[in-house]
């Protein structure tokens, strides 16, 4: 155990009302959800363990730990006025089973385990979801061999209800589909993750929790003692700062920061690598009079030499259909638009990360995904070879989300999680996220174990 992080309930209650006395007024988000914003008071106040990144699991991440050590003071610090408003705002909205994944991988484990774990989640909050199934379909005869080794990858990763279809029960399971085989996946669903997010923060809060919102992050550093402080400094030696002077101290930190885990981690010291590269998908919709056509999941045999799964049907909880996404470099990291731009982040992408050499190696990919943005037909007649009927004039074009996809130096997609540290007296008290990709979502609630075990373990708590 570590000296100081043993302190009486009442302790802890009381430095978190004091927080809120100095935050001003609660605020009122979605879902009766309580936020504690910064105000402009400039006063310091303290904290066991921040987390850093109020996007789902940053929001899990805390819930699991306050529920795990109910005495500590914990809080979450998110950079934008409302919580989960980037990657789980912006994404499909898909329960995934975890077929995809190469067996005894994290994701695999996590994704079968979260996808879990999140159904029973939201039977508990009564959280709406639909399990509609997804359908991965080969059209071509020369996917049949990868749809079949698929199939057997999902068996080995303990998906639940795996079956391979032919074409006239493809037709039973989606009347306007055409395909020569499929896998039917009946346990992926559907459901809004910033609900599940929000959800987990009201937890969070409800626990004894903090949630400070418009607190962006400018630095990490090491708190210098001094006669007015010495005492907050010996107990809480981490200070972190953000764009407006305002501090937070605390004891340990746990960063969260998706697509901008890589700058955090510098900023606190430790490795920079792997870079964080944006890339947007974009989707479109079909218009309400034509989503009879689709009733579950739709989605293409995924194609090894590419890093992404492929244009699909997705269903939406409001009843919409998206179609896509597509994967197009973004010039911004929370650019949402195909013309967003900020210098910084695209000199990032060239200089600092392998996106030469991935380009390189996936160069007409990456050409084709760009045609398919600008030109609806070419996306037209790549989903007619699932459902014939769609046509240009049944298609509108739809949100997008941006994908931080870590990089290494060589170009190489790093597909799985990571979390590291540093070292030195600031390293030592830090856990990073570096690396949560789809299905992070998906698997949030496991991702929160591991991580509350690793925090558990790294600074004894």
Request: aromatic share 2%; glycine share 14%; charged share 10%.
């Given at each position: 155990m570590v000296p100081g992080l043993r302190y009486l309930r009442v302790a802890s209650v009381r430095a978190r009302r004091g927080l809120l006395e100095a935050c001003g007024p609660a605020l009122r988000r979605p879902g009766s959800l309580r936020v504690s914003g910064r105000g402009t008071?400039?006063?310091?106040?303290?904290?066991?363990?921040?987390?850093?990144?109020?996007?789902?699991?940053?929001?899990?991440?805390?819930?699991?730990?306050?529920?795990?050590?109910?005495?500590?003071?914990?809080?979450?610090?998110?950079k934008e006025k409302d919580l989960a408003v980037h990657q789980t705002g912006h994404n499909s909205g898909v329960i995934h089973s975890g077929i995809y994944y190469k067996p005894e991988s994290l994701k695999a484990k996590l994704c079968v385990q979260g996808a879990a774990l999140l159904y029973e989640y939201c039977n508990q909050k009564g959280i709406s979801y639909k399990q509609c199934g997804k359908l991965i379909v080969a059209v071509e005869q020369e996917e049949i061999p990868r749809l079949q080794a698929l199939y057997e990858r999902g068996l080995q990763n303990g998906v639940q209800g795996l079956r391979l279809i032919q074409q006239e029960d493809i037709k039973k399971k989606e009347p306007y589909c055409r395909g020569l085989m499929a896998i039917d996946c009946p346990y992926t669903g559907i459901v809004d993750y910033r609900q599940v997010a929000l959800s987990f923060a009201q937890d969070f809060q409800e626990a004894g929790g903090s949630v400070l919102t418009n607190f962006e992050v400018k630095d990490i550093e090491m708190a210098k003692e001094s006669p007015s402080r010495s005492k907050d400094g010996m107990k809480y030696p981490i200070l972190i700062k953000n764009t407006k002077g305002e501090e937070i101290q605390c004891q340990y930190v746990v960063t969260c920061a998706g697509l901008y885990s890589d700058r955090i981690s510098e900023m606190s010291g430790c490795s920079p690598d792997p870079q964080i590269v944006p890339f947007r998908g974009d989707y479109l919709l079909l218009k309400p009079e034509k989503c009879y056509l689709v009733k579950g999941n739709i989605y293409p045999v995924p194609d090894s030499r590419f890093p992404f799964l492929g244009v699909h049907f997705t269903p939406k909880m409001d009843g919409n259909i998206w179609l896509g996404p597509n994967a197009v470099l973004a010039f911004k990291r929370e650019g949402y638009r195909p013309f967003d731009f900020n210098a910084r982040d695209v000199m990032d992408i060239i200089i600092n990360s392998g996106l030469i050499k991935l380009a390189s190696q996936n160069f007409s990919y990456g050409v084709n995904e760009m045609y398919k943005a600008c030109f609806l037909g070419a996306t037209v007649k790549y989903l007619q070879k699932f459902i014939p009927e769609i046509t240009v004039s049944d298609i509108l074009r739809g949100p997008a989300g941006v994908r931080a996809q870590a990089l290494d130096r060589a170009g190489n997609l790093v597909e799985d999680f990571v979390f590291d540290g540093g070292v030195g007296d600031l390293g030592n008290r830090i856990l990073h996220v570096r690396n949560a990709p789809s299905p992070a979502a998906t698997s949030s609630i496991a991702i929160s174990e591991m991580i509350a075990d690793e925090v558990q373990q790294r600074f004894e708590l």
């Open positions: 008071s400039t006063s310091t106040s303290s904290f066991d363990v921040v987390i850093v990144g109020g996007g789902i699991v940053g929001l899990a991440s805390a819930r699991a730990l306050i529920l795990r050590h109910p005495a500590l003071s914990i809080g979450v610090l998110e």
